[in-house]
T-cell receptor
Framework: DTEVTQTPKHLVMGMTNKKSLKCEQHMGHRAMYWYKQKAKKPPELMFV???????INESVPSRFSPECPNSSLLNLHLHALQPEDSALYLC????????????FGSGTQLSVL | GESVGLHLPTLSVQEGDNSIINCAYS??????FIWYKQESGKGPQFIID?????DKRQGQRVTVLLNKTVKHLSLQIAATQPGDSAVYFC???????????FGAGTRLFVKA
């Protein structure tokens, strides 16, 4: 299984809502990532988890809260988002944090109204 | 090249021709340089990488060239096919790992 699975594929939420994005991989990878991608732009790194510990937070606002419950799962909790947070949120994994090969899911297309 | 506003640099090639996609990078200290392909509605897909101490690497129908003197990376696709139509991103893995940073993308159109 070489897949990274993200749910939901699409999400519409209001600015007062709380929602969560989920990501799962069963490749035994020990590094997992959240990226944000706006239309026609490259993915921007948000968070890196290595061995279930948060290693990098790229100065992401606290309304985004990552969680890594175990080595296969990665969540992104969303609260009080702004319309400018609307984007494609991509999850990725790699063998470890030194690996140059990332495996991406298909993303969650988020719209904040 | 750099994307400006909402416009991606675009390369249009005839099916069967060779494609060359270019990228300028800024961080000389990166360990690896990587090319990803992103099709509509999908996440980026790894194509090929090159270590910073190399200047050329070949894969199946693809070749990556690295010129550290001018901080330039290129992806050559031989005998381009309609299935190669996508946005291509260069990326770099920073020294010590953890961070893969993406450069501006190029949209490749393949005309049948």
């Amino acid at each position: 299984d070489t897949e990274v699975t993200q749910t939901p594929k699409h999400l519409v939420m209001g600015m007062t809502n709380k929602k969560s994005l989920k990501c799962e991989q069963h490749m035994g990878h020990r590094a997992m990532y959240w990226y944000k991608q706006k239309a026609k732009k490259p993915p921007e790194l948000m968070f890196v988890y290595s061995y279930e510990k948060l290693s990098i937070n790229e100065s992401v606002p606290s309304r985004f809260s990552p969680e890594c419950p175990n080595s296969s799962l990665l969540n992104l909790h969303l609260h009080a988002l702004q319309p400018e947070d609307s984007a494609l949120y991509l999850c990725a994994s790699s063998v470890d944090s030194l690996s140059e090969k990332l495996f991406f899911g298909s993303g969650t297309q988020l719209s904040v109204l | 090249g750099e994307s400006v506003g909402l416009h991606l640099p675009t390369l249009s090639v005839q099916e069967g021709d060779n494609s060359i996609i270019n990228c300028a990078y800024s961080n000389s200290a990166s360990d690896y340089f990587i090319w990803y392909k992103q099709e509509s509605g999908k996440g980026p897909q790894f194509i090929i990488d090159i270590r910073s101490n190399m200047d050329k690497r070949q894969g199946q129908r693809v070749t990556v060239l690295l010129n550290k003197t001018v901080k330039h990376l290129s992806l050559q696709i031989a005998a381009t096919q309609p299935g190669d139509s996508a946005v291509y991103f260069c990326a770099e893995l920073t020294t010590g790992g953890f961070k893969t940073i993406f450069g501006a993308g190029t949209r490749l159109f393949v005309k049948a």
